[in-house]
């Protein structure tokens, strides 16, 4: 393994290794101020490159949790500006209403990262029945558009779009309910 | 979304989602997501779970990928040993004869692959050991085992007991810690949709979208920004704020040094200082009153530091020049207090104006008026009162600041204050105006006019704010024991302390409605289907005197202003004085 002499390198290093121990909370700030999942990946990046790149002006022997939410947060209002700015107008009120609420939310605490909702997403899904769970993995992980699967089940868009709506209502219940049992038991 | 939607917005939130939304359908979303705030926490909430699932379905493709490479074929490393695959209901182990890894663990439901876990082998001579891990060998019985089963039995029922008593005491959610008060507004208009805030009101993490007008902002630190709309600023702690657009006058405190303002194209580092920066499109401008500051542009490494007298230009986070320094680019805090006073002046005299013009309103019972000087009563129009006609009487009241610099109020300090009044005769219609301000919110509800003969006569009536935001009026009816109550919607999600408020609830027979209104705008209309008359008697203002029960909603405030109509008043007539 090589080993660096330059001392920028070194805190570059130590910047990066610090980024990917906290990368579930950066990652659930960045969805929750810019609720938006096109942008997440560049606000990932550009967090990552603002703290790594500016590592020498930072404290990495302290917490750096607050520092890297402050940049996660400005990165991501950054993004969503400018996701913003290139709406119609009747989107962009839309968006500005949503970012409401996600500022709302950015209030409370975060109780949960990512990858907790996730874990509780797969024990979720694993409740649903064999037809929800079939038209889940067809949706979000073959990637099947709504419009494709009403096509090949042969019926209106609508109904896929209502029983996406009834699995998304289910699973917020159970996924809430399971975190929050969760907690409970710790 | 388990609320109460309609099939239709049910189908555009779920259009939304999939980026399916035409023109009119958003004009329609937008125009149900005004209507409706609890279709905004839905569709936010869906937005965070789709996200949710589509992270999930990208795990899943990872997940798949590294499988494909884990099989025996692709394996490009030198075996010496064959790998050994143990399966069971939902998981996969495959022990690796690497010196390095210890076993890959592969969960999979009967579809995908749930998850991986590559377990690594922290002394690589413990090779022969590590295949061994699942099969252990049972543990020796030791004599401790009875005492640690025992200490066990004894201490799982206390566990259970102070966790359930835990979850009993604490039951309320946590508050955010108010951060920021909003000191002072000058005509401020907040953009549509967005929240809006009132003089003197107190907040965590929050927004400001100002469409027009000036407000001036407090933080816990003791700096102080003043904004200017159109404005867009948020603000993370009492050290950060990002703004997009518009212009702030920042005064740092000592305590707030290294306050750190964000833009879209460069970030502004205080020194402990007073700094104005202008924000639009073309790029951001700090001017440095005083102090130092240090301007930072995403694109360039090396930051600019500007001193008093001093200021530069980031367009667009290119590149920063050094330019003139020149106030007229943001507000001056003197000519913010020039127009601040202009403003109050302007507000108290519209009050004035309003004040003579219900004197003159034959309709007007009562106008009890706290905000001069003196205390007094304008008129008490009750024909039969007490000896001299017009009298009420301030139990344990103190006088306080008013709602505007310069005004006064009755601050009714503990739980025997209050205003003593009688308004007596019989109203078939009524409306009541009070300006009020609460310190502290009590869970029973907070008085602001009570017959003391509630409970002995018909039509008595108990006006009073819930802490949950809602106004409530009772009245008695006709029949003993019996009481109808009137509850607004909640004009707040919670009340706001230390905040000026004008409440109004009028009841109308002829219309057969009692309307709340909230600083002169009706906010709830409920439907009074037997008007009865209603009587006040002696009364008392902010307190609930009775010989039944020890009061515990009086109100803990100030009044300003109190008064009272016999017939009721409209929206128009509530929106002339402001």
Redesign the interface.
């Known amino acids: 393994m090589n080993t660096s002499n330059n001392p920028t390198d070194d805190l570059k290093g130590r910047a990066s290794q610090l980024f990917i121990k906290h990368y579930e909370m950066i990652r659930t700030i960045a969805?929750?101020i810019a609720?938006?999942?096109h942008c997440?990946e560049d606000i990932l990046q550009d967090a990552f490159v603002?703290f790594v790149?500016n590592a020498s002006r930072w404290d990495l022997e302290s917490d750096v949790r607050?520092l890297l939410?402050?940049i996660t947060?400005?990165a991501g209002?950054?993004h969503w500006?400018?996701y913003v700015r290139n709406l119609?107008d009747?989107?962009r009120?839309?968006a500005?209403?949503?970012?409401?609420?996600?500022?709302r939310?950015?209030?409370?605490?975060i109780r949960f990262n990512?990858d907790e909702?996730?874990e509780a997403?797969?024990i979720c899904?694993?409740r649903l029945t064999d037809r929800c769970?079939l038209l889940?993995?067809a949706h979000?992980?073959n990637?099947i558009?709504?419009k494709d699967l009403a096509k090949d089940a042969n019926v209106p868009?609508?109904t896929i779009?209502?029983t996406?709506?009834r699995i998304?209502?289910v699973?917020?219940?159970c996924?809430d309910n399971t975190l929050r049992g969760g907690k409970?038991r710790l | 979304?388990?609320q109460s939607f309609t099939p239709k917005e049910?189908?555009l939130?779920?259009?939304?989602l999939?980026g399916?939304?035409d023109?009119q359908q958003?004009?329609i979303?937008?125009q149900s997501?005004?209507e409706n705030p609890e279709l905004?926490?839905c569709?936010?909430?869906?937005?965070?779970?789709?996200?949710?699932?589509?992270?999930?379905?990208k795990?899943?493709?990872d997940l798949r990928e590294d499988q494909e490479m884990l099989t025996e074929k692709d394996l490009s490393f030198d075996w010496h040993d064959p790998f050994s695959v143990s399966r069971n209901h939902d998981s996969t182990w495959i022990s690796v004869p690497d010196p390095e890894i210890n076993t890959v663990l592969i969960r999979q439901?009967p579809?995908?692959v749930?998850s991986h876990s590559i377990s690594y082998r922290q002394d690589p001579d413990s090779l022969n050991q590590s295949r061994s891990y699942e099969k252990q060998r049972p543990r020796k019985k030791s004599p401790f085992d009875g005492i640690g089963i025992l200490c066990s039995l004894i201490l799982f029922p206390l566990v259970v007991f102070l966790?359930l008593n835990r979850e009993n005491a604490d039951p309320a959610p946590?508050k955010?810690v108010p951060m920021v008060r909003l000191e002072e507004a000058i005509d401020a208009v907040w953009?549509t949709?967005?929240?809006s805030y009132k003089r003197g009101e107190e907040a965590?993490?929050?927004?400001f979208?100002l469409k027009s007008g000036m407000i001036k902002l407090r933080l816990d630190n003791g700096s102080e920004i003043i904004a200017e709309g159109p404005n867009n600023l948020?603000l993370?702690?009492s050290k950060?704020l990002?703004c997009?657009q518009g212009k702030l006058s920042v005064s740092v405190s000592p305590e707030g040094i290294g306050f750190?303002i964000?833009t879209?194209y460069a970030?502004i580092v205080d020194f402990g200082t007073k700094f104005g920066v202008s924000i639009d499109d073309q790029g951001v401008r700090a001017d440095v009153v005083q102090g130092a500051v240090q301007l930072t542009s995403?694109k360039i490494?090396k930051p600019v530091q500007l001193s008093a007298g001093s200021a530069a230009f980031a367009d667009r986070g290119e590149k920063i020049e050094t330019i003139a320094f020149d106030p007229q680019h943001f507000i001056d805090a003197a000519s913010f207090f020039e127009k601040l006073f202009v403003f109050h002046e302007k507000v108290k005299k519209t009050r004035r104006k309003q004040a003579s013009k219900w004197l003159q309103d034959p309709a007007l019972v009562a106008l009890y008026d706290f905000s001069g000087e003196e205390r007094k009563i304008v008129r008490n129009d009750a024909r039969h009162s007490r000896k001299n006609g017009s009298e009420a009487r301030i139990h344990n009241g103190k006088l306080d600041e008013g709602s505007l610099p310069g005004l006064s109020s009755i601050s009714l300090c503990n739980r025997n204050a209050r205003i003593n009044c009688e308004i007596s005769g019989n109203f078939s219609a009524l409306t009541m105006i009070a300006r009020v301000r609460f310190d502290r919110f009590r869970k029973e509800g907070n008085i602001l006019l009570a017959s003391n003969s509630y409970y002995e006569k018909d039509g008595s009536i108990q006006w009073r704010i819930l802490p949950s935001g809602s106004i409530q009026l009772k009245i008695r009816s006709e029949k003993e024991s019996l009481e109808s109550i009137f509850t607004s919607d909640p004009f707040l999600n919670e009340a706001q302390p230390k905040v000026w408020y004008q409440f109004a609830v009028s009841a109308d027979p002829q219309k057969k409605k009692i309307v709340f209104y909230v600083d002169g705008k009706n906010i709830s209309e409920r439907n009074w289907d037997q008007p009865t008359p209603l009587s006040i008697g002696e009364a008392d203002l902010g307190n609930f005197l009775n010989k039944k029960s020890i009061t515990k909603c009086c109100l803990e405030g100030s009044i300003e202003e109190f008064c009272i109509f016999d017939r009721a008043l409209t929206e128009t007539e509530m929106n002339q004085k402001e």
Request: aromatic fraction near 6%; hydrophobic fraction near 30%; charged fraction near 30%.
């Open positions: 969805i929750q609720p938006n999942r997440q603002n790149q607050p939410k402050k947060r400005n209002l950054v500006h400018q119609p009747t989107l009120k839309i500005e209403r949503i970012q409401n609420e996600s500022v939310c950015g209030e409370e605490e990512t909702k996730l997403l797969e899904k694993k769970q889940l993995e979000y992980i990637g558009s709504c868009v609508n779009h209502q996406f709506s998304r209502s699973l917020k219940e996924i409970e | 979304m388990g049910r189908e939130v779920d259009l939304y999939s399916d939304l023109p958003s004009e979303l937008l997501l005004d905004i926490h569709l936010y909430d869906n937005i965070i779970l789709d996200y949710l699932l589509h992270l999930y379905g795990k899943v493709n439901d579809i995908e749930i966790s946590e955010t953009e949709g967005t929240r965590g993490p929050c927004r979208v948020t993370h702690n950060n990002f997009d750190e964000a879209p970030t995403q490494s």
